[in-house]
């Protein structure tokens, strides 16, 4: 069975995956807005294809409060951990998913976001004890945390986007630096590093964390901060990079 390639949901690069049923039998699913999914099974990310999974829940689609998304199945890898969907939804069109940025946000308050995104940056200002630093916000959407950045007086913002309509968004509002690059590219050939890389509700979107954390890692200066936010949970630390 020939291999196909398929895009990362969200902004991890491109990636071959061995389906196991072909290509006209694969179960494609939509969500309530026309956005198309293939599902797809895969093996746990972090792990060998060998290890295996347990079965914790359902998420998504009707299940949802909002009935947002597509109904997923969530299994738990029995050697690392590490929760995900299998099978995994890969859009058809990334770019029909993200067309819209203020349907996409359409719960979330652009003032308030910036408001609560001045705070997390003070604290970055406050540990670091100075403004002069560099920020990377990878999936930066419509630029709400970079422009509560530049609101804080941080010297240098940057971010890393695959829609082009969150792209012209994020420029138009704020006047952003967006990059139109997956992190794993943009890692390859940049020549500056950051003091703060940020994944704002982005990691759990991805097929593939590690390669995305891997390309964080190259990025980001000695003592910077590397910084996950969740839905639930942000996780806020120092790493060293050697």
Not at 108 to 137: E, Q
Not at 180 to 202: G, P, Y
Not at 218 to 239: A, E, R
Request: aromatic letters at 10%.
């Amino acid at each position: 069975m020939a291999e196909v390639s398929s895009y990362n949901f969200h902004i991890g690069k491109w990636i071959m995956l061995k389906p196991t049923i072909p290509d006209s039998e694969l179960d494609v699913v939509a969500d309530q807005y026309g956005n198309k999914f293939e599902m797809r099974e895969i093996s746990c990310p972090t792990c060998s294809p060998e290890c295996g999974q347990q079965f914790v829940g359902i998420r998504g689609g009707e299940t949802h409060r909002r009935r947002e998304g597509v109904e997923c199945r969530i299994v738990r890898c029995k050697e690392c951990g590490l929760y995900f969907p299998n099978p995994f939804p890969f859009p058809v069109n990334a770019q029909r998913l993200y067309s819209d940025p203020d349907k996409y946000f359409v719960s979330h308050d652009i003032d308030k976001k910036i408001a609560t995104f001045r705070k997390l940056i003070r604290g970055f200002v406050a540990s670091m004890g100075t403004n002069n630093i560099s920020m990377l916000d990878v999936g930066s959407g419509r630029g709400e945390l970079l422009a509560a950045a530049k609101k804080e007086g941080v010297r240098r913002t940057v971010g890393i986007e695959l829609s082009s309509s969150m792209i012209d968004c994020a420029r138009e509002k704020f006047d952003l630096e967006v990059i139109d690059e997956v992190i794993e590219d943009f890692a390859a050939h940049a020549t500056d590093k950051f003091d703060v890389i940020v994944l704002n509700a982005v990691l759990e979107h991805v097929y593939n964390p590690d390669s995305m954390i891997a390309a964080c890692a190259k990025l980001l200066k000695k003592m910077g901060y590397f910084t996950l936010i969740f839905q639930m949970k942000t996780i806020y630390s120092p790493v060293l990079v050697a």
